[in-house]
């Protein structure tokens, strides 16, 4: 029996080309539309690793092994952005005439496409509050066909009793959704705690150079994976062979930024935790975090994105700070190497359990910068705010 390998060394060794000849270290971007067949038993096969591009290529398959490997899955699916693949997934259980969960904490996009697009299709949607657990339970209904949640939440950082609510899903037969963007496989894995899915927006920390985007949808049961993988043909998910390529150059260096990333990212939030300017600090690592037992629990780590909260929400102080940042970029998403802030609106966002915190909500993101650099970009932007 061969010794298991450690997620870190599976992120450099699995999905490579294994030859006796000499040959390349990365998987190439094989390109293409058309899959040419010598024979008629070959086009004829009822299994075929290859039939057409849409479908993919032995780029896809070889990400789609090193996913596995880091999800320690069965299967995996890939889809042409995290938004793809979390849609694609609730797409595949939310029919006209069921109920679906949705944590309130959700990525915002999500939740215009649960009520732009599935409320209108005749999806009813109920938003749980994200901290309910095994309560969940009370919110299920014979017609709920689904559960999402986002661990930690994209806004506001909650964390979710993943092993509780998992429990409980299984008890229904209800598939239960993880969005597992933060955690990217290696810090957090829903599938050993009892998720039927977990999604990462690759887009982000596997990805990691802000050059690309891609989803990952990830399950052990062929049922359910089956059900997704028809719901993505049927609409014609294609994913770009340049884009795996990406995803999967950036998926072997994974752990190594991680480290950083975690490390700047505590870094920046206690320092943030002394500053006057910031009544709160969101992350999930700190003893001060609601949820932080939860994350103790369930994750073997942190990633550099968290939140704060900013004693004001005066406009032109806000406007000063961000306009005198040098090293944070102010852009959506997150998990490159370029450090980012952006000031967010979680009451825009929430209905279950309304945000009712005063001040200006903002999100940050470590990047690999030198920590200090970053604190000093922050001091100086603190003080802009101060003069303001």
Avoid at 107 to 130: H, M, N, Q, S, W
Avoid at 226 to 236: A, P, V, Y
Avoid at 258 to 266: K, M, Q, R, S, Y
Avoid at 280 to 288: E, K
């Amino acid at each position: 029996m061969s010794k298991k390998n450690s997620p870190r060394t599976d992120l450099v060794a699995t999905g490579r080309m294994k030859s006796d000849q000499p040959h390349v270290v990365p998987v190439p971007p094989e390109r293409a539309s058309t899959v040419l067949f010598p024979t008629y038993d070959q086009f004829t096969a009822k299994t075929r690793p290859f039939f057409y591009g849409r479908f993919g290529t032995s780029t896809h398959r070889a990400f789609e092994q090193a996913v596995m490997a880091l999800e320690n899955a069965e299967h995996v699916l890939l889809a042409s952005s995290g938004l793809a693949a979390v849609n694609y997934a609730l797409l595949s259980f939310a029919l006209p005439g069921t109920h679906i969960l949705v944590t309130d904490s959700a990525y915002d996009p999500v939740r215009y496409f649960c009520d732009g697009y599935l409320a209108k299709r005749g999806v009813e949607i109920t938003y749980y509050d994200p901290r309910l657990g095994s309560d969940v339970e009370k919110l299920c209904r014979e017609n709920t066909t689904a559960i999402l949640a986002e661990s930690p939440g994209s806004l506001t950082f909650e964390v979710q009793d993943i092993p509780a609510m998992a429990k409980i899903a299984r008890a229904r037969n209800i598939p239960l959704l993880v969005d597992n963007s933060w955690g990217s496989g290696l810090l957090y894995r829903p599938l050993e705690l009892g998720a039927d899915v977990s999604i990462i927006a690759a887009t982000k920390y596997i990805a990691g150079h802000a050059d690309c985007l891609i989803g990952t949808i990830a399950a052990n049961d062929d049922e359910i994976a089956q059900k997704i993988n028809t719901s993505m043909r049927l609409i014609g998910n294609n994913v770009s062979a340049d884009d795996v390529y990406l995803a999967h150059r950036g998926l072997r260096t994974l752990a190594a930024r991680l480290d950083v990333h975690e490390a700047n990212g505590l870094k920046l939030a206690n320092w943030l935790a002394t500053r006057p300017e910031v009544s709160r600090v969101i992350h999930p690592a700190l003893p001060s975090h609601p949820d932080h037992a939860l994350w103790q629990r369930d994750f073997s780590g942190s990633c550099g994105l968290f939140g704060a909260i900013f004693k004001t929400e005066e406009r032109a102080k806000i406007r000063a700070f961000f306009d005198a940042l040098d090293h944070f970029g102010m852009g959506y998403s997150w998990g490159g190497f370029e450090s980012l802030a952006i000031p967010t609106w979680p009451q825009k966002h929430r209905t279950a359990v309304p945000w009712q915190e005063a001040g200006q909500a903002v999100r940050f993101h470590a990047g690999l910068e030198d920590a200090d650099d970053l604190i000093a970009d922050l001091q100086t932007a603190f003080a802009a705010m101060a003069k303001a």
